[in-house]
């Protein structure tokens, strides 16, 4: 059982958007700004799309966006591709015991 | 290049030990937290420790506190893990993460190809 709760799977056609979300609570998600967001192929190691929420690292497309809203973290894909189709997994800071928490991920498949 | 690469993963026993490392090269390692993340096979990703840049702090998931135990040499640019009293829950595939700053408490921006990690009788 995941701390944040993610949908298992998303699809989406090529050219659209799609969003996933990650919900936690005011212990994770909702209290502090420290939401990232990875993208993991089958096979590869995950790769940081999305941190503090809303930032992208360089080298990241601009098709990629984050928000928040109250516990609940978004992720949006727009212009869909198919190199995007892979597994996405939120991250939170948490004020529990276990400082890191992830969700379960989600797979995203481009029709 | 930032490179993470893991090793010292392999077949075990329950209730036995192992050592995972983790050599990094292509940034100043002793300028980043470090930390450890496995995944299960066919499940997701969860957090296992993390250490900050001096070793000052060092933090746990509840699942391994008190059976593992993180260390790092800055002068090797080497992460390490320590594995006690495994478990077959334990089995995955270990990621070694680069953390952003010298805090533990900030996001992981580079990960490595993992090591696994088998428990079993």
């Known amino acids: 059982q995941s701390a944040l709760t993610q949908p298992a799977s998303v699809s989406g056609s090529p050219g659209q958007s799609i969003t996933i979300s990650c919900t936690g609570t005011?212990?994770?998600?909702?209290?502090?700004?420290?939401v990232s967001w990875y993208q993991q192929h089958p096979g590869k190691a995950p790769k940081l799309m999305i941190y503090d929420v809303t930032n992208r690292p360089s080298g990241v497309s601009n098709r990629f966006s984050g928000s928040k809203s109250g516990n609940t973290a978004s992720l949006t894909i727009s212009g869909l591709q198919a190199a995007d189709e892979a597994d996405y997994y939120c991250s939170s800071y948490s004020s529990r015991t276990t400082p890191w928490v992830f969700g379960g991920g989600t797979k995203l498949t481009v029709l | 290049e930032v490179q993470l690469v893991e090793s010292g993963g392999g077949l075990v026993q329950p209730g036995r030990s192992l050592r995972l490392s983790c050599a990094a090269s292509g940034f100043t390692f002793d300028d980043y937290a470090m930390h450890w993340v496995r995944q299960a096979p066919g499940k997701g990703l969860e957090w296992v420790s993390g250490?900050?840049?001096?070793?000052?702090?060092?933090d746990y998931a509840d699942s391994v506190r008190g059976r593992f135990t993180i260390s790092r040499d800055n002068a090797k640019n080497s992460l390490y893990l320590q594995m006690n009293n495994l478990r077959a829950e334990d089995t995955a595939l270990y990621y070694c993460a680069k953390g952003s700053t010298t805090g533990l408490y900030y996001y992981m921006d580079v990960w490595g190809k993992g090591t696994t990690v088998t428990v079993s009788s």
């Open positions: 005011s212990s994770d998600v909702g209290g502090y700004n420290y």
């Open positions: 250490i900050s840049w001096n070793s000052g702090r060092k």
